[in-house]
C-alpha cells in the first residue's frame, strides 16, 4: 500500500523522516489507543482467527452497507495486497489474514497494524499520525484524540482530523459513546457503522 501511494505528497505538519517510504515504529504505550481501535474496527480481534464470521452475517443482512473486515484482514491488505475492491482480492485476503494469525500471535498482528496503517495522505502508522495530528506521541494521546485516530481508519484520505473532519468527528463521538459505556450520546445516523461489542459490565478496562 505504501508502494501504491508513494505518489502521494507527505502531510507537511510532519517531519520528512517520519514518513520517508517507512512506518514509525511504536515503543510507547499504546493499549488506549489499541482499544479504541478494536471498539471501531473489529469488537472480537481478540477471539476470532482472522476472519470474523459473525461481522460477515450481520454485513450481509445490512445489504452491504457496512464492512466486516477484521483487523487482520486489514493488515493483510496493507502489507500484501491493495485497495482494489475485487472478489479475487477479497479472497487472497482472507487467506493471508488466515496465515498470519497461524504465524503471528494477537499482539504482534496489532503491533504490525499500527505500524502500517493508512491515516491521511502519506501518513502512515500511529505514532506519526499522533505527531501529524496532534504534535504527541501516542503515549500521550487523551481519550477523544485516540478515538479520533481510530475514527480515521475507514476513510483516511477523505476525513481526517485536518481534512473534511466531519464524517470523523461523528464516528469518533459514536466510538467514544462506546468506550465509556452508553454515556456519551450516538449520532444515529452511524450506529450500524461500527460493530457491537461486548456490554460496558464486560469491557476490557481502560
Known sequence: MMRLRADVQTC??????LHDGTTARLHEDTHLLQRMIIIAEDSRFKTHHGIDFIELRDAWAAGGHRGASTITQQLAK???LSPSRSIFRKLKEAVTAVRLE???????????YLDNAELGAGVWGMEAASRAYFGESVSALTANQAAELAAT???????????????MLERRDLI???YYGGKTPVP?????SIPEILPSSRRLSP
Open 153 to 167: 481508519l475507514p476513510q483516511p484520505r477523505t476525513s481526517n482530523p485536518t481534512f473534511r473532519p466531519a464524517r
Open 176 to 178: 467514544l459513546a462506546r
Open 78 to 80: 496493507n502489507l500484501y
Open 102 to 112: 497461524l504465524a503471528l500471535s494477537k499482539d504482534r498482528i496489532m503491533q504490525l
Open 188 to 192: 444515529p445516523a452511524l450506529e450500524d
Open 12 to 17: 507537511q505538519r510532519v517531519a520528512r523522516q
